[in-house]
């Protein structure tokens, strides 16, 4: 799938008096980002904001307050080349757009895009995805910090496709949890999202989630039920159970939604049918690729994997510079001019 070009994008860290996120909510007018990437993040369902501080904070730590030594020891000032980002896997692609924002605050001038695929497709070993057109000393200070939030982000996707695949043909849907990277969890639910998966709840505000601790604490499943069904009203609560008994109690307590904590795939077709579709259910624990579709015939709506965020393995992708069409360094140059998005634009999509 081919996506759009952005034909040029402005560079990161406008100051003061800039116009980005001018046709855009007033949420993102501080955003740094070019406007037309800004929107394509918000589109789908990130913060702008959130992303171009994710991506400060990579190139910061990278830099640690100084300067890429090697880049300016070896590449000329104003040296333009491309930079082919690369499946050197299989699988599936997210963060594209994230990795366009760490180029963008790097970027001292302008640079020009070319998308050849979009988040959430499936790409093949040695397949293009990006290509972007710029100062090589930008391209090569930014690599490493945009590859590392691809890389991990591509494989989620990669690995919540995979359970997904496992499931088809049932209703039951892949979830993912808490168990996230501190700082990350927006990028990385984003990216089960892109491999087919749903999310859980996204904060300890947004839903309650009632575990064995809280029951301990409560006196007893029901009781933490109806404690937090009180305060909360109008928060979802979903209720961990560890035991057939229980789970009569917290649907007789109107519980919608139930967190079956490993139970077998015996007992959960035993919860399906004591519930009789009077709440949601959700199996976790014990779980694998290999026994997911058993899980998901037992009629359960949810299977809870915590390991899509905090286990998934990288899918490797690389950058890979080359010398600049000539086109491309048109490009560039038109936007050194006269500074307009419209100067000039890339090729077609592949």
């Not at 809870?304 to 490009?331: F, K, N, Q, Y």
């Amino acid at each position: 799938m081919s996506t759009p070009d952005l034909p040029l994008a402005q560079s990161g860290g406008c100051g003061d008096g800039c116009g980005c996120g001018a046709d855009m909510d007033e949420e993102y007018m501080e955003c740094g980002l070019d406007p037309a990437l800004a929107q394509l993040l918000a589109d789908a369902g990130l913060d702008p904001l959130e992303v171009e501080d994710i991506a400060n904070v990579a190139i910061q730590e990278d830099l640690d307050h100084g300067v890429d030594v090697t880049t300016v020891a070896t590449i000329p000032e104003d040296a333009i080349s491309t930079a082919d980002f690369t499946a050197r896997d299989a699988g599936v692609v997210a963060g594209l757009r994230v990795a366009e924002a760490v180029i963008s605050v790097v970027c001292t001038d302008e640079f020009a895009v070319e998308r050849h695929v979009d988040d959430g497709d499936r790409v093949e070993e040695g397949q293009k995805l990006l290509s972007v057109t710029t100062r090589t000393r930008d391209l090569l200070t930014a690599e490493r910090s945009a590859l590392n939030l691809l890389c991990r982000l591509s494989g989620i996707a990669t690995a919540t496709r995979a359970w997904a695949d496992a499931l088809e043909g049932t209703k039951a849907r892949v979830r993912d949890t808490r168990k996230t990277t501190p700082g990350l969890r927006s990028l990385e639910k984003f990216a089960v999202r892109c491999g087919g998966g749903v999310n859980h709840r996204m904060s300890l505000s947004d839903a309650a989630l009632v575990k064995d601790n809280h029951v301990v604490a409560a006196g007893g499943v029901a009781q933490a039920f109806k404690a937090v069904r009180e305060s909360f009203p109008e928060v979802p609560i979903e209720v961990e159970v560890d035991t057939l008994h229980q789970l009569r109690e917290v649907v007789d307590a109107g519980a919608d939604l139930i967190l079956l904590d490993n139970f077998t795939p015996v007992e959960c077709e035993e919860a399906v049918a004591l519930v009789d579709g009077r709440a949601l259910l959700e199996a976790s624990g014990r779980l694998t690729l290999g026994n997911a579709a058993a899980y998901a015939a037992t009629g359960v709506d949810y299977l809870a994997v915590g390991a899509l965020t905090h286990s998934s393995p990288i899918l490797d992708i690389g950058l890979d510079l080359r010398e600049a069409a000539p086109d491309e360094v048109a490009a560039h140059d038109a936007s050194a001019h006269d500074g307009s998005a419209d100067a000039a634009s890339t090729s077609e999509a592949e």
